[in-house]
């Protein structure tokens, strides 16, 4: 088989990608290690950035989204017994969307295989060989049998855990990183949130995050030790842990219902550098991993399909490929600053074990300012909602 561009991996970036490259006129196809079921039952992300919400409706996938979806105006931040309102539209004139990144998923693969679009799922052992060179080969098993994919580029949206990146010889990449002491533990749980907006909470005993997925199923997230087994936390020790971490001078407190899912994800932030090898480019998780605090994962792998579709569109339609060859420095640098922010807010609202009686005061003192200082607060905002997704106007075709 032959294509222009192949894309492993069927998460937000890969999909995305497809999709940006259809509307284009450029072929693609989706080579993904999963199933269908498997991916669109998936429960990871929920809040989409402004400039998320507005490409998935400039470019024909938001229709369900704007249905469903939950607009949020501002957030809540909580400590020592009391929430404190960020108000994001007031201060930054924009909102964010709650809609859960599988429903993203099941949007965009619906619009592929209604594009006539390929995605390939439960491709067994992918590998990728020839992207230093002119030639770019997949090959996979499907079926039984052994497959190849011959094509120009390729965009490795293969997730952290994917094969593209350690395709890469290792002294050709830099990494960045840093691992954090805790982890998530989340749960989805049939009931009704108890209010319209999240509450990031910063607690004794660890971090808390009141979150919801639609009027019927709340979303709550504790912070525990990335090691711990999820088989040691019964439902009543989580809703014992959340209705601790959530209590509050006004009596406010989550719903309590049958917790339907729950799951433990370690923490870490990480960078690629480089973003791009000859002719494989990377894109989200692959390239990059935030801290979820503050919601800005799938957000940034949205980003940076973004980007790629982009100079992707200017090599095939418009012959040019100074943004192909730009493409890492494009994304980096937005990319870093959403690191940024994603440390900071963890390092504000999780409890670290080292932390000495110093430290401590100073994250009162960091929650204080943010939640007293117009400015302060609109600096959190301004990073919530999504910093401008503008590149450098030397590569504004
Ligand atoms: P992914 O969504 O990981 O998609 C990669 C795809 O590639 C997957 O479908 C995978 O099956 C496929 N793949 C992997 N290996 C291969 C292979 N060898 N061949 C073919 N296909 C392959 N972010 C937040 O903002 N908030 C959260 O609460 C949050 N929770 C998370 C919980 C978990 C458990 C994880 C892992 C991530 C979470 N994230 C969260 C981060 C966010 O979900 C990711 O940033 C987002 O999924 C990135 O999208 P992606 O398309 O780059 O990668
Ligand atoms: C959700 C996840 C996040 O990482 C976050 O910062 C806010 C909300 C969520 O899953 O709803």
């Known amino acids: 088989m032959k294509t222009q561009v192949a894309i492993i991996g069927a998460g937000p970036a890969g999909l995305m990608l497809a999709h ?24 990871r992300a929920g809040v989409l950035e402004q400039g998320t919400v507005d490409l998935l409706s400039a470019t024909g996938v938001g229709e369900r989204m704007r249905r469903e979806g939950l607009l949020h105006q501002g957030i809540e931040i909580g400590f020592a017994g009391k929430r404190h309102r960020i108000d994001m539209q007031q201060l930054t004139g924009q909102a964010v969307m709650v809609y859960g990144q599988h429903e993203v998923v099941k949007d965009l693969i619906e619009a592929r295989l209604h594009e006539g679009g390929e995605i390939v799922f439960e491709a067994g052992s992918v590998s990728i060989v020839g992207f230093d060179g002119a030639s770019p080969l997949v090959r996979y098993e499907a079926d039984g049998m052994k497959r190849e994919i011959h094509c120009d580029y390729i965009a490795g949206c293969d997730g952290f855990h994917g094969v593209c990146r350690p395709s890469v010889p290792a002294n050709a990449l830099t990494i960045y990183e840093r691992d954090y002491p805790f982890g998530w533990l989340g749960v989805l749980a049939d009931a009704a949130p108890s209010q319209d907006e999240l509450v990031y909470m910063n607690h004794t005993n660890g971090f808390a995050l009141f979150s919801m997925r ?20 019964s439902d ?25 899912q729950k799951s433990i994800t370690p923490m870490r932030s990480f960078v690629t550098e480089p973003m791009q090898f000859g002719r494989l480019f990377l894109a989200g998780d692959a390239a990059h991993i935030v801290p979820p605090t503050g919601a800005k994962g799938m957000n940034l792998a949205i980003a ?22 730009h493409y890492s420095q494009i994304c980096l640098r ?41 400015i302060a607060a609109r600096s959190l905002a301004e990073n919530y909602v999504g910093l401008p997704m503008d590149e450098p106007d030397q590569w504004n075709g």
């Open 20 to 43: 940006l490259l259809h509307l284009a006129g450029i072929e693609s196809v989706i080579i993904e290690a999963r199933s269908r079921g498997y991916v669109e039952g998936r429960i």
């Open 236 to 260: 009543d020790r989580i809703w014992g842990e959340l209705l601790c971490r959530f209590k509050c001078s006004d009596g406010w407190q989550p719903n309590v219902g049958r917790i339907t």
């Open 214 to 233: 639609s009027p019927t199923v709340t979303r709550l997230y504790l912070q525990c030790d990335p090691s711990e087994d999820i088989a040691h936390w």
């Open 334 to 374: 937005r990319i870093w600053k959403a690191q940024r922010f994603s440390w900071w807010m963890t390092s504000m609202l999780h409890q670290f074990p080292d932390a000495n009686p110093f430290d401590r005061r100073r994250q009162i003192a960091d929650l204080d300012y943010v939640t007293s200082s117009l």
């Open 304 to 325: 940076d399909v973004r980007v790629l579709a982009r100079a992707l569109v200017d090599f095939y339609i418009g012959g040019s490929t100074a943004r192909l060859e």
